[in-house]
């Protein structure tokens, strides 16, 4: 059993240096650990799975096998950005699984919240199982663990992860990044090399837009919901607000509302403008975002989204409110 404590002198890994070591003593370990075998990872696109992917490559190249399961609920240039710098930068071994049609059809008419993420992350697991079926001499399984995850939930991943593996799918696992806290990860991404945008990623649930389009998931609201996230994201940048704002995204709820264009009455879904501060996820504060950031987000949602007639922005702290709206 490998330590799963971080010893109470290790120091902060704050520096590139201190990145590029940590790096180094990982690689040799990974390498002695897994010899000439192959190893399984679901790469998520998340910062955690993106950087034991980078570090894997660097380890043990072509013996990493990567599967990104496209579940049809990332935000918009997810999947690609994955392919893009794994496939296309990295040279990786990566097998990409649009599985986008059979979750949405599984989640038609489910609308009790709870019961949306046990489909999500149910159906994670059987496609992800489906594809490690098909693969030959796979040993170990990689996962991108952090120290948090330990603390938290004995070592269980909270999200995304493919700890529920039906037993026939047994491996060894590898978990390079189990000793270090969210910060030293970022830390080790960008000593990897990799794109700022991956590496400083704000927090994204494993269920995906799945818990931001409200009620039982149509295909029309989530196409307006990934538009308007991807909006708001775009103007949260151009106003250098990315990074200073802890977690934002768009809800679309499940009702509609009046509205008038071109002169004709219209029908359509509210968008739902979230975003919080917060240290640890428990309790939340709004921010007082700048006016015209308000306005530019809801000008361009009301002219490029279809089906959309309202923007809102929702000012509740937690308590009361979660971050999230289911
Ligand atoms: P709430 O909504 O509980 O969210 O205030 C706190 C933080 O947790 C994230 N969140 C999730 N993450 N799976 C996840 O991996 C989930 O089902 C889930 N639900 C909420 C949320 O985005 C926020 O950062």
Redesign the pocket.
Known sequence: MENNTRPADMRRINTPQLAESFLSEQVAQVRQQVGDKKVLLALSGGVDSSVVAALLIRAIGKQLVCVHVNHGLMRKGESEQVIEVFKNQLDANLIYVDASDRFLDLLAGVDEPEQK?KIIGGEFIQVFAEEARKLEGITFLAQGTIYPDILESDGVK???NVGGLPEDLEFQLVEPLRLLYKDEVREVGRALGLPASMVERQ?????GLG?RCLGAITRDRLAALRESDAILREEFDKAGLAGQVW?YFTVVPDFRSTGVRDGKRAYDWPVIIRAVNTVD?MT?TVPELPWAVLQAITGRVLAEVPGVCRVLYDLTP?PVG???WE
């Open positions: 993420r909270a999200h995304h927090p994204f649930p494993g269920p818990v977690q996820a939340a937690k979660t971050i999230e």
